[in-house]
T-cell receptor, first 114, second 115 residues
Framework: AQTVTQSQPEMSVQEAETVTLSCTYD???????LFWYKQPPSRQMILVIR??????QNATENRFSVNFQKAAKSFSLKISDSQLGDTAMYFC???????????FGTGTRLQVFP | DTAVSQTPKYLVTQMGNDKSIKCEQN?????MYWYKQDSKKFLKIMFS???????INETVPNRFSPKSPDKAHLNLHINSLELGDSAVYFC??????????????FGPGTRLTVL
């Protein structure tokens, strides 16, 4: 069975600084997808970024980028130029290819301070 | 325009009652899901329906019964509510285009409190 681990329950960062959220996963699959979701206080789940396991290039979306280390089964999220609106819970998630079942980590609460 | 909507947003009820949460999507998706987020924020899939057929059915008490009257709706009915059912329930939808991944769009969640 696949598992997703987020070892940082809480993180904080000052506005305009950079922060990295950690995620590791365990799977015997070779083809899969990895995601970072953001859940602000409004509760809405928002997809931040997605990585296909077969792609070696790390995904980027504006200020958000990932460091995908397939051999190490590591998938960290880097947020550059942090903004107050980035304050939220961040969930790492895994999906095996040919399925639509998302498996979530326990989340990291990120607080951005002015 | 609301893509995935849920009603109600908040639901407070007594133990033993039966309640339903409704979900509707206007994205033209063919697959819908229910997730449960517990008090520790852990999010786990409960069910998925594709074209009104049950695809994923995780280990969920049979007091929980999803109902899909059509592709745009997936309602969650819960019988004999228990204290442990208190959680936030999220509906989501996607176009199931396996093996290609298609994003799941989430609703705003329904916070269920069982007293």
């Amino acid at each position: 069975a696949q598992t997703v681990t987020q070892s940082q329950p809480e993180m904080s960062v000052q506005e305009a600084e950079t922060v990295t959220l950690s995620c590791t996963y365990d799977t015997s699959e070779s083809n899969y997808y990895l995601f970072w979701y953001k859940q602000p206080p409004s509760r809405q789940m928002i997809l931040v970024i997605r990585q296909e396991a077969y792609k070696q290039q790390n995904a980027t979306e504006n200020r958000f980028s990932v460091n995908f280390q397939k051999a190490a089964k590591s998938f960290s999220l880097k947020i550059s130029d942090s903004q107050l609106g980035d304050t939220a819970m961040y969930f790492c998630a895994f999906m095996k290819q040919n399925t639509d079942k998302l498996i979530f980590g326990t989340g990291t609460r990120l607080q951005v301070f002015p | 325009d609301t893509a995935v909507s849920q009603t109600p947003k908040y639901l407070v009820t007594q133990m033993g009652n039966d309640k339903s949460i409704k979900c509707e999507q206007n994205l033209g998706h063919d697959t819908m899901y229910w997730y449960k987020q517990d008090s520790k924020k852990f999010l786990k899939i409960m069910f998925s329906y594709n074209n009104k057929e049950l695809i994923i059915n995780e280990t969920v008490p049979n007091r929980f019964s999803p109902k899909s009257p059509d592709k745009a709706h997936l309602n969650l009915h819960i019988n004999s509510l228990e204290l442990g059912d208190s959680a936030v329930y999220f509906c989501a939808s996607s176009s199931l285009g396996l093996p290609i991944y298609n994003e799941q769009f989430f609703g705003p969640g329904t916070r269920l409190t069982v007293l």
